[in-house]
């Protein structure tokens, strides 16, 4: 049986500012010692509706509001009309035909896993906020993180993090200076059919570690030239596991604010979430898989026509790769084609296809969240990419060049490049009048843009909930005291909505207004 949400809930607001899986305080610290501090966080500015054009497309604006356990739908006056209330903290929904949210949420007690965007539970919620499928995806081997796709069947797409010990990650051929003491975390992704009213079974999987290349240890089957095996991941990219630390020491730095206060989190399992999966999505039409991985600064795409024993090797599936790569952009020196001067991808989240009828059908939006700029100045942007594929529809690659295109075919930049900048969560998609719908996450901050750039209409969210400790003492609402995941435009001809009544609740919620900081003491 859980507990109470406000009593065993984690800290939304916690979640949120390290779920990028960095720690985002002392990266923000340091960009402020240019002494242009930008307000990613957008306090002290207005909230609510800040702009809005004549002509913008009929429809309403879904989003979670931060530490709590609703989500609101807003009519383009920025007025709340619907909300759908569960029983833990919420990180992403999605709305079905039907009314119902299909939406990610907080497990209250998991255990083993630590990273930032634990979710563990994917539950179904009817229009009027009753809880019709609760499932639990959380346990000491393996733990749902950050974002799900449901597919047509209404089976759940779901990425999920793993736990190998550092003997597994050895014999896999990974460097020992890469291997935490508490073992790694890889990804995979699962299908779930939905049984019941908290039954799921997996039917199908696919997972990181069955799509490996290494060239440190020769006695390994996986051994070979990443440069010649595009599609497959080099186990061995990312940076040394730091030296371990003391319990104390790691707590002291807590306190001063230099280390996420994650649960489950200790000195052995720092650096365990190596790719951290942020974001999945599914294609029907060519039955393949799209996912991020902002560690990695590269997405990929992989085929869901596979069995699930296909899915773990190299042959088979509608493009007879089984589980290998057919496709990946954004950090070609992953597979020591390029270096980071052609590194386009930096912490990136939210990757997507164009839906068939859109502006731009089949190509791929992602949301750039932190690229180096002038006077460590970073910036984010929304980019729209072609992948170069044949007639038959396979993706292309010239030999020994990496994966294409060379640039976006279509980005939003803000036009001073800086004030746009949100350097975790966030995303943005494409709507049916060719505009883009851009959520600037850390800010909480909702807008369209047309193609030429220009902001047609604007909504920063002014509502957050009150979570509580397991104490009873309030989360302190700074920084993350806006934040949103996932922000997604809703046309007013969507299933959902047919004869359904949306007029503004009376009363409208109540804005969260910060306290005024405490006077110092003399």
């Known amino acids: 049986m ?9 800290p939304l607001s916690i979640f949120f500012w390290f779920s990028c899986g960095v720690d985002k305080k002392e990266t923000v610290e340091k960009k402020q010692l240019t002494g242009k501090d930008r307000n990613m966080f957008g306090h002290g500015i207005k909230r609510g509706l800040t702009k809005t054009t004549e002509g913008i497309t009929d ?11 609703s989500v609101y739908l807003i009519n383009r006056k920025g007025e709340v009309v619907h909300e759908w209330k569960g029983n833990y903290g919420v990180m992403g929904a999605y709305l079905s035909n039907d009314g119902s949210l299909i939406q990610n949420a907080h497990d209250p007690d998991f255990p083993v896993f630590a990273g930032g965007g634990e979710t563990g539970r994917i539950q179904k919620i009817s229009w009027d906020s009753n809880l019709l499928w609760d499932f639990e995806y959380a346990n000491e081997l393996y733990h749902a993180h950050h974002d799900f796709t449901v597919l047509p069947n209404g089976n ?8 190998k010990t550092g003997a597994e990650a050895l014999a896999a051929g990974r460097k020992p200076e890469l291997i935490p003491k508490a073992g790694i975390w890889p990804d995979k992704i699962v299908e779930i059919e939905p049984q019941g009213e908290r039954g799921g079974k997996v039917v199908w ?7 490996l290349v290494q060239d440190y240890d020769a006695k390994k089957a996986n051994y070979g030239n990443p440069a010649d095996h595009p599609e497959l991941l080099d186990f061995n990219v990312g940076k040394p596991v730091k030296p371990l630390i003391t319990r104390d020491s790691m707590n002291t730095l807590r306190k001063l604010g230099k280390m996420a206060p994650w649960r489950n989190q200790t000195p052995e399992n720092l650096g365990s979430d190596i790719y951290h999966f942020n974001a999945v999505k599914y294609n029907a039409d060519l039955d393949q898989i799209a996912f991020s991985s902002p560690n990695l600064s590269e997405i990929f795409i992989i085929d869901h026509s596979t069995t699930t024993q296909e899915a773990a090797g190299h042959k088979g599936g509608r493009w007879g790769k089984g589980g290998d790569f057919l496709y990946r952009w954004g950090n070609p020196g992953n597979y020591r084609r390029g270096d980071s001067t052609n590194q386009v991808l930096h912490h ?26 002038r006077d460590s100045l970073n910036y984010s942007a929304v980019y729209e990419i072609a992948p170069p594929v044949n007639k038959p529809g396979a993706y292309v690659l010239e030999k020994g060049k990496a994966f294409g295109p060379a640039k976006p075919v279509w980005s939003y930049i803000a036009s001073d490049t800086i004030s746009f900048w949100s350097d975790f969560i966030s995303g943005a998609h494409r709507m049916d009048n060719g505009h883009t719908f851009i959520d600037e996450g850390a800010r909480g901050r909702f807008f369209e843009v047309n193609k030429e750039g220009e902001i047609l209409w604007e909504f920063l969210n002014p509502y957050r909930g009150d979570i509580r400790k397991p104490n009873g003492d309030p989360i302190p609402p ?12 809703i046309p007013a001809s969507h299933p959902a909505l047919a004869n359904r009544k949306l007029e503004p609740l009376k009363p409208q919620p109540k804005p969260f207004v910060l306290p005024p900081p405490p006077v110092a003491k003399k």
């Not at 979670?64 to 356990?69: G, L, M, R, Y």
């Not at 999987?205 to 799509?211: I, Q």
């Not at 059908?361 to 700029?373: E, H, M, Q």
């Open 478 to 489: 700074v920084p993350l005291t806006y934040t949103g995941f996932r922000a997604t435009f």
């Open 205 to 211: 999987e696919w997972h990181m570690m069955d799509h």
């Open 2 to 10: 859980k507990k109470p949400l406000l009593l065993f809930l984690l």
């Open 156 to 163: 759940i797409l779901a990425i999920a993090w793993e736990a």
């Open 59 to 69: 429809g309403y604006v879904m989003f979670a509001v931060p530490n709590s356990a």
């Open 348 to 373: 990136q989240h939210d990757i997507r296809w164009i839906e068939k009828g859109k502006p731009g059908a089949g190509n791929l939006t992602v949301f750039n969240n932190d690229i180096p700029g």
